[in-house]
């Protein structure tokens, strides 16, 4: 795949060869995020399901894969959302035949949450082949390659994970 050319960003400006690369790099990250926006909004659509929803149903999907068991106040600090929200997601998901609840295996006051046979499947039908077209991308970069893109990310995360106090 071809890097597009450089061009000024509207917040950035070309003054050095280092910045234009800079640049050409933070306008095609931002292009990745609008295409992956994009895609996202398009999963939504095609599942009838919200951001946080499908959010929801990811990190249930990947507790069941790995095992564990997620209760809704577990779900609920993955998500950054309060109880009262949760319950009004739980009960969507239910409602939508994507989730079950369960009682807990050892708590009889607790309840865990299960993703439905047919939402893994829904999930894997509508994102089934986009993933691996991602994996073929990926697959194609040498181990020199990945290295240097993971880090980039990485120190990318790092980057806009902090946030300057004295900027409020």
Known sequence: MKVPPAKAGYWYEQDSTAKERAV?????L???RASEGAMRRRTRSAMSMGETDLLALRYL???QAQGRDLSPKDLAAKLGITSASMTTLVDRLVRGGHVTREPHPTDRRALILRPTPGS??????????MHQRMIEVAAGL????????VAFLAKMSEAVDQIDPAAH
């Open 24 to 28: 050409r790099v933070l306008n095609a």
């Open 30 to 32: 931002r292009d990745y």
């Open 61 to 63: 999907l990947e507790a």
């Open 120 to 129: 893994d499947e829904e999930v894997r039908t509508t994102l089934g082949k």
């Open 142 to 149: 040498s181990p020199q390659e990945t290295e240097t893109v």
